[in-house]
């Protein structure tokens, strides 16, 4: 059988968007637990401005608390110098830059044009090199932005190619906010393919319009074999007004699975972690 990766981003993408402060104790839990599901990697921390993102304040003693795996990686974004510092005091095994396609998201979630965030990546992008840190590129917003709506192919495959040259060993193209239609997402990748081989891609799709699984599908037509994912469907983007859930590993293994396709993960880890996810929501959900 097919091998095909599921990245799981629970603990980073799933938790961010919490409005319960959640004790470390109960990520540490949830991350031990991931670790025996059978993950190559998890994105775990998130060293961005404990102001913007409060929840993810507590990463480094996420990382300095978790009972590390053999053979897992453990994730941690970096938006600038500072939070890759703060990474690599962490020991993280790899970051993540994040660049968005449009505009208007990229000024609400990192507070800069795509321009200058790019001008911030580069010497992150030097440094992590020099430290021996894989860095991963997301490009938010690839078909869909919440402030400047449709966007073009174009300018998705524009920013997934400088995350490429930059040197990311995969870019990850995301439906920050879910409203992908399949005709949508299988444009864009024609676009993105352009720039990235697809064994340099993985889809990341919120399923805030319930098609994620179906953008899965086109995404492996177009031979897409990493995808991220949250167990418990948790997540959403605290800069991304309406982006609801991540799509759930569970559901995404078990499509996989029907498909003819092998993650390696074991679903009975994947359902108690998926129940412990849920079990962590907070108020409002
Ligand atoms: P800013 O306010 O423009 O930053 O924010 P600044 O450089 O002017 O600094 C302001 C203050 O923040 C300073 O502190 C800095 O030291 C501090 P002060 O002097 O006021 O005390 N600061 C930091 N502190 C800790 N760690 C850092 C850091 N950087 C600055 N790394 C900034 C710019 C990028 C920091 C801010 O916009 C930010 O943190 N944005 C992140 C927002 C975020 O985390 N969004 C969610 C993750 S992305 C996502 O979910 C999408 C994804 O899933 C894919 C998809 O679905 O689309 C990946
Ligand atoms: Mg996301």
């Known amino acids: 059988m097919e091998r095909v990766e599921i990245f799981e981003v629970g603990p980073r993408d799933g938790l961010q968007n919490e409005p319960r402060p959640i004790p470390l104790e109960e990520k540490l839990a949830l991350i031990d637990l991931l670790s025996q599901a059978g993950f190559r990697r998890i994105?775990?921390?998130?060293?961005?401005?404990?102001?913007?993102?409060?929840?993810?304040?507590?990463?480094?003693?996420?990382?300095?608390?978790?009972?590390?795996?053999?053979?897992?990686?453990?994730?941690?974004?970096?938006?600038?110098?500072k939070g890759l510092e703060r990474a690599i005091a962490a020991r993280a095994d790899e970051v993540a830059i994040f660049a968005s396609a449009s505009e208007g998201f990229s000024k609400s979630n990192l507070n800069c044009s795509i321009e200058e965030s790019f001008e911030r990546f580069a010497p992150l992008a030097e440094a992590a090199k020099a430290a021996g840190l894989p860095v991963r590129g997301y490009v938010s917003c690839a078909t869909d932005c919440p402030f400047d709506g449709a966007i073009a192919p174009a300018a998705v495959a524009a920013v997934a190619g400088r995350l490429w040259a930059m040197g990311c060993y995969e870019v990850s193209v995301a439906d920050t906010i879910g409203r992908g239609t399949a005709e949508a997402v299988g444009a864009m990748l024609d676009a993105v393919l352009g720039e990235v081989p697809a064994s340099g891609l993985a889809g990341h799709f919120h399923d805030t319009g319930g098609q994620a699984l179906q953008n899965i599908g086109v995404s492996l037509e177009k031979g897409l074999r990493v995808f991220d994912a949250a167990v418990g469907g948790l997540g959403g983007c605290p800069y991304a007004p309406g982006a609801a859930?991540?799509?759930a590993t569970e559901a995404v293994a078990d499509y996989l699975a029907a498909a003819g396709y092998e993650t390696g993960l074991k679903?009975?880890?994947?359902?108690?972690?998926?129940?412990m996810a849920r079990a962590m929501r907070g108020a409002g959900e």
């Open 245 to 247: 859930g991540n799509v």
């Open 267 to 275: 679903r009975d880890i994947l359902a108690q972690a998926g129940q």
């Open 43 to 81: 994105e775990v921390a998130s060293f961005v401005s404990p102001k913007w993102v409060p929840q993810m304040a507590d990463s480094g003693e996420v990382l300095a608390g978790i009972r590390r795996a053999a053979g897992v990686r453990y994730a941690a974004l970096t938006p600038n110098m």
